[in-house]
T-cell receptor
Framework: AQTVTQSQPEMSVQEAETVTLSCTYD???????LFWYKQPPSRQMILVIR??????QNATENRFSVNFQKAAKSFSLKISDSQLGDTAMYFC?????????????FGKGTRLSVIA | DAGVIQSPRHEVTEMGQEVTLRCKPI?????LFWYRQTMMRGLELLIY??????IDDSGMPEDRFSAKMPNASFSTLKIQPSEPRDSAVYFC???WGQGSGNEQFFGPGTRLTVL
């Protein structure tokens, strides 16, 4: 079974600063995908970024980027130029690769507060 | 596209009552997932369907929970009888089935409170 660990229950950052959220996972799979989802107070789950395990290049989406260390099974999220709208719960998630769709396994989340 | 639609958004019921949660996935998606979110356990999978067929229901807590997907555009999650420990936010998510690693699109969730 796969497990996802987010060791930082809460974090805060000043507006316009950079913050990094940590995530580690455990799996024996060789083919898998990693995700970061954002859950603002509205509770809507929103995809932030996606990484294929077979790609060495780190994924980026505008102000969001990841540091994917496959050997260390680490998948951290960096948010640059933090904005008040980034305040949310952030969930790291693992998806096993397959010929079809498979479920997400989530970490417990990190609550991020962006302070003006 | 309207996105994944869930109803009701909020449900308050008394212990022992039957509860039915509904989900309409995004048109064209052929995978549907039911997740439950609680403070204690976080987000966990209950059951998922591919092409309307249940693939893994090992996350369903007990026989009080059942889920159906009679067609590609509708799914239900039923709890009978409900208990206070079932209080949680229930999410439905859908994804497109070609290849793997596809993004799952979540509905707004149903907040269930069992008194």
């Amino acid at each position: 079974a796969q497990t996802v660990t987010q060791s930082q229950p809460e974090m805060s950052v000043q507006e316009a600063e950079t913050v990094t959220l940590s995530c580690t996972y455990d799996t024996s799979e060789s083919n898998y995908y990693l995700f970061w989802y954002k859950q603002p107070p509205s509770r809507q789950m929103i995809l932030v970024i996606r990484q294929e395990a077979y790609k060495q290049q780190n994924a980026t989406e505008n102000r969001f980027s990841v540091n994917f260390q496959k050997a260390a099974k680490s998948f951290s999220l960096k948010i640059s130029d933090s904005q008040l709208g980034d305040t949310a719960m952030y969930f790291c998630a693992f998806m096993r690769g397959s010929s079809g769709n498979t479920p997400l396994v989530f970490g417990k989340g990190t609550r991020l507060s962006v302070i003006a | 596209d309207a996105g994944v639609i869930q109803s009701p958004r909020h449900e308050v019921t008394e212990m022992g009552q039957e509860v039915t949660l509904r989900c309409k996935p995004i048109s064209g998606h052929n995978s549907l997932f039911w997740y439950r979110q609680t403070m204690m356990r976080g987000l966990e999978l209950l059951i998922y369907f591919n092409n309307n067929v249940p693939i893994d229901d090992s996350g369903m807590p007990e026989d009080r929970f059942s889920a159906k997907m009679p067609n590609a555009s509708f799914s239900t999650l039923k709890i009978q009888p409900s208990e206070p420990r079932d209080s949680a936010v229930y999410f439905c998510a859908s994804s497109w089935g070609q290849g793997s690693g596809n993004e799952q699109f979540f509905g707004p969730g149903t907040r269930l409170t069992v008194l």
